[in-house]
């Protein structure tokens, strides 16, 4: 009922700036939190950002002060503005969403994006 579409990542030199965008889109009720996740190869999915309904946001230490997360709850959209890109931040970036969705009734469902690739390379 709820898909996330992710865009926006690529190849990069480091120090360079992407911006992710990921939108749901479905038979949505509400959003609640969204949150921007990263997995590199050969280690575990770790948070990167994540930003409340509110706009009360945190951040893994590593990205601080070069990441920003924000979201557009209008549009069903997050983003993840990524500047003083370095080569560890090379990564499969993925969205995630607490979603309430309609189906009848209304329940409550944590989604996914498909991924983006982010590669930080000279």
């Known amino acids: 009922q709820v898909q996330l579409v992710e865009s926006g990542g690529g190849l990069v030199q480091p120090g360079g700036s992407l911006r992710l965008s990921c939108a749901a889109s479905?038979?949505?009720?509400?959003?609640?939190?969204m949150g921007w996740y990263r997995q590199a190869p050969g280690k575990q999915r770790e948070l990167v950002a994540r930003?409340?309904?509110?706009?009360?946001?945190n951040y893994a230490d590593s990205v601080k002060g070069r990441f920003t997360i924000s979201r557009d709850n209008a549009k069903n959209t997050v983003y993840l503005q990524m500047n003083s890109l370095k080569p560890e931040d090379t990564a499969v970036y993925f969205c995630?969403?607490?979603?309430?969705?309609?189906?009848?009734?209304?329940?409550?469902?944590?989604?996914w994006g498909q991924g983006t690739q982010v590669t930080v390379s000279s």
């Open positions: 995630n969403m607490g979603v309430t969705y309609l189906s009848g009734s209304a329940y409550y469902t944590d989604y």
């Open positions: 930003i409340t309904r509110g706009g009360s946001t």
């Open positions: 479905g038979s949505i009720f509400s959003i609640s939190a």
